[in-house]
């Protein structure tokens, strides 16, 4: 784990804007506009974790995007994230959205000591990692795997067309996800 924490922050940042870009230039078959979006739970670590699903109404397989939320919360961001997963939801995608916090029961006050944790991580990579910090971490990267499991096994996905699109703290952890093997 502390390989990865005092690697990721050579990760250029420029690469998760294409990466981004990349997935959203691409086309998913032509489907129609109409989209349902509902709340699920799966488990991870011996925690309940809330999916969100946005999906299109059309039968049949889907491509899949996860998207990974950054270290603002689901709640904090649900305005944007909600537009962002309804347009792909009505382009064809099943979109779901894993709310990785629940499994560290991680809430809002906790967000701005985390906030300068993560940036210390990224500046000083000399000073000792906060070992309660990267558990939290390490934890989240347990839930995004044990939900990506979970997704691909749902009937209206595609499990060979599962992307994971991170903003934040969430493109640093689908490049991780993304890196094993």
Not at 8 to 32: C, D, I, N
Not at 73 to 83: C, F, G, I, R, T
Not at 112 to 140: G, H, I, M, Q
Request: one cysteine or more.
């Amino acid at each position: 784990m502390s390989r990865t924490m005092k690697t990721f922050h050579r990760v250029p940042q420029m690469l998760l804007v294409l990466l981004s870009l990349g997935f959203s230039a691409s086309s998913a078959p032509a489907q129609s506009r109409t989209t349902t979006q509902s709340t699920t739970t799966f488990l991870s670590g011996g925690e309940k974790i809330t999916l969100s699903r946005y999906e299109p109404c059309a039968d049949g397989k889907h491509p899949t995007i996860v998207l990974v939320h950054g270290l603002q919360s689901v709640e904090a961001s649900k305005s944007a994230l909600d537009a962002i997963c309804q347009k792909y939801a009505a382009r064809g995608y099943a979109v779901f959205l894993i709310h990785y916090f629940d499994r560290t029961k991680t809430s809002e006050k906790d967000i701005e000591p985390l906030l300068a944790k993560f940036k210390d991580f990224l500046v000083n990579d000399k000073k000792p990692r906060d070992e309660a910090t990267c558990k939290k971490y390490s934890a989240w990267l347990d839930t995004l795997r044990d939900g990506l499991t979970h997704i691909r096994t749902q009937p209206n996905v595609d499990r060979e067309r599962v992307a994971l699109v991170g903003l934040s703290l969430g493109g640093f952890m689908s490049l991780t996800l993304a890196a094993e093997e």
